[in-house]
């Protein structure tokens, strides 16, 4: 398996990189992670030094390099930040080639997009998975464990939460890509609810929920993203009925309302420029740049914490003739196996994904995560990664 990485040096992308390359993969015969930034792709090489990994400096603007670099790989994972605005290049491209692709997430826009293509990837025989990381990805995983266990869905709500345990630190360090949080802060998102789908205002949904500690009592919110976009659609669900829909998330209390902060400030996904002392900025730029040097020059002040992540979907529906509740988690605690990983879930879900998908018979197509893996299989791999998964199947009186 040769694996292509563009944007290859970003935090999830390097965590890819290291999980395809680790004692827990196999096949892998060469990694290309190809970036715009020589200094990343050194810092990547030093960190990961196996000789099957290559780095190329790469212009992600270049189409002629990108074909070329197409041609040396049996599968493409664009890593490049969704609002950066090449989700759309990198995957058709992907099709010209007709190599596999795959991606960390469209943010719905691009989801809906992708989509719309699965009858022209089907018929070039040429296959692409979007949304195959954490969130999504392994969160449309979870819906699929769930629906498999019903007869009939009427609804599935899903919901991921992190928490911290340690001393506060006096750094905001972003978890993922600061665009990406912005936009889910500041957009407006898609839930399918009462049989379609609907747009909620942002940060709406307010549901506060008791879970086990670490997390306790924990508030969650809608935010966009792809996930509701998909599944109720997917086959082998939207058979079953399905009227209601939902995804929420929670961060940590402070790192939440940072970027509350920050949003109520203007740094929204719509980053339109700014003019500061006759110079036209973006404020996502400055933002990031100044992020970017507060953590480099206070790094020895930012201390250890443990972050504690719990996925999980209800289901409620009918099975056997009985109303039924199905619950699946997904629990990821720190280990030494992540100490490498800046978010070792999304990194390691892809890294899975992609595996599987070479290791079997292509499907031609545009598909999500929740259509192309089979649930079971694919938590066989994360329980050799030490992540905990449930699933409980309850009997109720009435829905």
Partial sequence: MRILIVG???????????????????????????DASADRLDALKK??????????????????????????????INGVPTFAGFQMAIFEACLEARRPYVDYGGMGVYTVRQKAQHDKWKNAAATAVIGLGSDPGLSNILCRAVADRLDRVDRI??????????????????????????????????????????EVAAQAGVETIDLPQPWGRTTFMHSQHSEPLTVPF????????????????????????????????????????????GVSVHPLDVLLAVIDRNIAKNRSCIPAQEVHEIHFAIGHGNRDGRC??????VIGHPDPLYDDYADAGTSMNMSIGVQQILSRPLRPGVWAAEEYFQADAFFAELRKRRFSIEIETQTLEST
């Fill in 8 to 34: 290859g040096a970003g935090l999830m992308s390097a965590g890819t990189a290291r999980d395809l390359l680790s004692n827990l993969s196999s096949g892998i015969t060469k990694v290309i992670a190809a």
């Fill in 47 to 76: 960190s990961l030094p196996d000789p099957r990994l290559e780095t190329r400096v790469f212009d992600v603007n270049d189409r002629a390099a990108l074909l070329s670099l197409l041609g040396d790989c049996d599968l493409c």
């Fill in 157 to 198: 709500n899903l919901y991921w939460a992190a928490t911290k345990i340690g001393p506060e630190s006096p750094v905001l360090v972003p978890p993922y890509s600061v665009s990406t949080l912005l936009a889910e802060y500041a957009n407006p998102s898609q839930q399918f609810l009462d049989g379609k789908l609907r």
């Fill in 234 to 277: 997917s086959e082998g669900i939207t058979e079953k009925g399905i009227r209601e829909f939902t995804w929420k998330l929670s961060l940590p209390a402070r790192d939440h309302e940072a970027w509350l902060g920050l949003v109520k400030a203007g740094f929204g996904a719509t980053d339109e420029p700014v003019t500061v002392k």
């Fill in 324 to 329: 039924c509740r199905v619950t699946c988690r």
